[in-house]
T-cell receptor
Framework: AQKVTQAQTEISVVEKEDVTLDCVYE???????LFWYKQPPSGELVFLIR??????QNEISGRYSWNFQKSTSSFNFTITASQVVDSAVYFC????????FGTGTRLTVIP | GAVVSQHPSRVICKSGTSVKIECRSL??????MFWYRQFPKQSLMLMAT?????????EQGVEKDKFLINHASLTLSTLTVTSAHPEDSSFYIC????????????FGSGTRLTVV
């Protein structure tokens, strides 16, 4: 099965701490895309990043950064200096023919 | 950027009735739309893929007679939950893609269905 595994079900951190959310994926395809989405309590899915399988460059966007390691099939997401507004469920997803989601990590940032 | 509007955001219906959920792409033409279901504290599960003008492709285990999908235009797909039962209560969310492949799918804001 081509799974997306987010081993951390729930994480709690104190505000201003850094936190890394793990994502490991399986795929038989050579071309694929990886995504991270944020789902706040209101329910909508907020797109954070898309990365294609040929681009292993890490990316930083403000307090967010992503580490794509094709050798270990991982696409981890780090939030630095976490804030209460970062509290949400975060989903990693893989796109080949359709978008397949991991089980999500619920992040709680404690003030 | 691309916007997908989903309506209604919340609906409560009686057991045995049918409910229609609409998903519209507001500023682009969506050749493909996807319907997901999310149970509390769980991931999003793909229910079906709909292409404009053709029949939807349902994932294994999804009853096509229970969840009717219509994608009659390039900007509108509808999901009708027929003869709803309490176990159909869930969060339903659609997404749309202008072309399949490299685009980040744009999601609607979701519909929380409660069947009483």
């Amino acid at each position: 099965a081509q799974k997306v595994t987010q081993a951390q079900t729930e994480i709690s951190v104190v505000e201003k701490e850094d936190v890394t959310l793990d994502c490991v994926y399986e795929t038989r395809d050579t071309t694929y895309y990886l995504f991270w989405y944020k789902q706040p309590p209101s329910g909508e899915l907020v797109f954070l990043i898309r990365r294609n399988s040929f681009d292993e460059q890490n990316e930083i966007s403000g307090r967010y950064s992503w580490n794509f390691q094709k050798s270990t099939s991982s696409f981890n997401f780090t939030i630095t200096a976490s804030q209460v507004v970062d509290s949400a469920v975060y989903f990693c997803a893989r796109l080949t023919n359709n978008l397949f989601f991991g089980t999500g990590t619920r992040l709680t940032v404690i003030p | 950027g691309a916007v997908v509007s989903q309506h209604p955001s919340r609906v409560i219906c009686k057991s045995g009735t049918s409910v229609k959920i609409e998903c519209r792409s507001l500023d682009f033409q969506a050749t493909t739309m996807f319907w997901y279901r999310q149970f509390p504290k769980q991931s999003l599960m793909l229910m079906a893929t709909s292409n404009e003008g053709s029949k939807a492709t349902y994932e294994q285990g999804v009853e096509k007679d229970k969840f009717l999908i219509n994608h009659a235009s390039l900007t509108l797909s509808t999901l009708t939950v027929t003869s709803a039962h309490p176990e159909d209560s869930s969060f339903y969310i659609c997404s749309a893609s202008e072309t399949q492949g490299s685009y980040g799918y744009t999601f609607g804001s979701g519909t929380r269905l409660t069947v009483v």
